[in-house]
């Protein structure tokens, strides 16, 4: 078996372009939820300063769908063009694009779609209810089982919280252990006294 050849490091390189709005297409499959009205009052406020990025294995924008709905929104309630939104001759709006480092596979291309969201998150203690709250989770769920691998590829999930995902919660009863631990972290200590008791 000959050894897969490493692509020349001048091949993986980002390219920022100005494509028109109209042909930065988004993920049909994203399942990431999105508050338009506050993405337009920051893009408003801030200009359009975080471009979009386009994976050609995904065949779509592997993030950036909801800034790049939000200026569709825009464009079509007549606002101006924020800063960092070109025009083109025809008066339509032209967008900054991120190019180039595609995904190796399809997988690699969905879980990196979510791992993107939620990297930023993570960090400050969020556990999976946190994150989850980000994504339609069905959507999330079917985007996730649609592409084999793609639920093992990512980062910013622990395996276990994947298969919670997957799978869903387990309302098995536990065994009188760890009933017993469970109710161990419970108890709680005055502060004051130092007095062990189980809040009610």
């Given at each position: 078996?000959t050894?897969?050849?490493?692509?020349?490091?001048?091949?993986d390189?980002?390219?920022?372009?100005?494509?028109?709005?109209a042909?930065?297409?988004?993920?049909d499959?994203?399942?990431?939820?999105?508050?338009?009205?506050?993405?337009?009052r920051?893009?408003?406020?801030?200009?359009?300063?975080?471009?979009?990025?386009?994976?050609?294995?995904?065949?779509?924008?592997?993030?950036?769908?909801?800034?790049t709905?939000?200026?569709?929104r825009m464009?079509?309630?007549?606002?101006?063009?924020?800063?960092?939104?070109?025009?083109?001759?025809?008066?339509?709006w032209?967008?900054?694009?991120?190019?180039?480092v595609?995904?190796?596979?399809?997988?690699?291309?969905?879980?990196f779609?979510v791992d993107h969201?939620?990297?930023?998150?993570l960090g400050?203690?969020?556990?999976?209810?946190d994150?989850?709250?980000?994504?339609?989770?069905?959507?999330?769920?079917?985007?996730?089982e649609?592409?084999?691998?793609?639920?093992?590829?990512?980062?910013?999930?622990?395996?276990?919280?994947?298969?919670?995902?997957?799978?869903?919660?387990?309302?098995s009863?536990?065994?009188?252990?760890?009933?017993?631990?469970?109710?161990?972290?419970?108890?709680?200590?005055?502060?004051?006294?130092?007095?062990?008791?189980?809040?009610?």
């Amino acid at each position: 078996m000959t050894p897969k050849k490493k692509k020349d490091r001048q091949e993986d390189r980002l390219e920022l372009r100005y494509i028109p709005l109209a042909e930065a297409r988004r993920w049909d499959d994203n399942p990431k939820l999105h508050d338009l009205d506050a993405l337009v009052r920051s893009i408003e406020t801030h200009g359009f300063g975080d471009p979009p990025k386009y994976d050609a294995t995904l065949g779509a924008l592997v993030y950036g769908n909801g800034r790049t709905e939000a200026l569709e929104r825009m464009r079509r309630e007549g606002r101006e063009p924020p800063r960092g939104i070109g025009l083109l001759d025809d008066g339509s709006w032209a967008v900054p694009v991120i190019f180039g480092v595609d995904a190796e596979s399809r997988a690699a291309a969905t879980a990196f779609a979510v791992d993107h969201n939620n990297l930023t998150l993570l960090g400050g203690g969020l556990g999976l209810t946190d994150l989850l709250a980000l994504w339609d989770e069905e959507g999330l769920q079917a985007a996730l089982e649609g592409v084999p691998g793609a639920a093992e590829m990512l980062t910013s999930l622990a395996p276990a919280e994947v298969d919670a995902l997957l799978q869903g919660p387990d309302f098995s009863p536990v065994s009188a252990e760890e009933q017993s631990r469970l109710d161990e972290k419970k108890r709680v200590t005055c502060p004051e006294c130092g007095a062990e008791f189980r809040p009610r």
